[in-house]
């Protein structure tokens, strides 16, 4: 038979224990809480940086040759049908209004984004495919991720359904690239129309 003295030390025990088990179960509550909330922000980063992430573009193969006309950015030009262009079809006035009277408009380009060229240490140039029906003389410019890096002035060849090809020398170039068909004075009816282009070794010439 517990004394009444017994009683009063186990109450006063009891007591003194019941504070700290509640601390003790509020610091394991907020540990799980703080775990949950890294697990959200990991799974929140993780998503934002799929979402973020732009697709590889595919390393062309050389030599890799395009239409012009599946430019991915222009502001100039129409598609236009030419019988006897590769597949038909051209990036037709390129370099002048697309209504009459066709009149010139400065600084047009025809643009081709994320071109991802393999490694070689072999120097590279551009063969372009062109057709021109007028006497005036206007150069096409070459921009590689908006700078310069050659010109051709295209010849007069009498129809706009014939066709010739110039070449533009780009040197070494490794990695993701922007190409640029550029003409900063133009001239009425267009500059050329644009057929297609081929990336190449200088020595696949």
């Not at 012009?68 to 030009?77: L, Q, R």
């Not at 051209?90 to 994320?114: D, H, K, L």
């Amino acid at each position: 038979m517990k004394t009444q003295k017994t009683q009063k030390t186990e109450e006063k025990q009891s007591n003194a224990e019941a504070p700290q088990t509640a601390s003790e179960k509020n610091k394991q509550e907020k540990e799980r809480t703080e775990r949950k909330l890294q697990q959200i922000v990991v799974v929140l980063l993780l998503l934002i940086a799929i979402a973020c992430k732009k697709e590889e573009p595919a390393t062309i193969t050389l030599p890799y040759t395009r239409e012009c006309e599946t430019a991915d950015a222009k502001n100039t030009g129409q598609v236009i049908y030419r019988s006897a262009a590769s597949g038909s079809k051209v990036m037709g006035q390129f370099s002048c209004q697309n209504a009459e009277p066709w009149s010139a408009i400065p600084n047009g380009y025809v643009r081709f984004t994320e071109l991802n060229f393999p490694k070689t240490d072999e120097e590279l140039m551009i063969e372009l495919r062109y057709s021109k029906y007028s006497a005036a003389k206007s150069w096409i410019y070459l921009k590689i991720d908006g700078v310069v890096r050659d010109s051709i002035m295209p010849l007069n060849l009498g129809s706009w359904n014939i066709f010739s090809q110039d070449t533009f020398n780009i040197g070494h170039l490794v990695g993701h690239h922007s190409l640029e068909f550029f003409v900063s004075e133009s001239q009425t009816y267009g500059t050329a129309d644009l057929d297609m282009f081929t990336i190449k070794r200088i020595q696949e010439d």
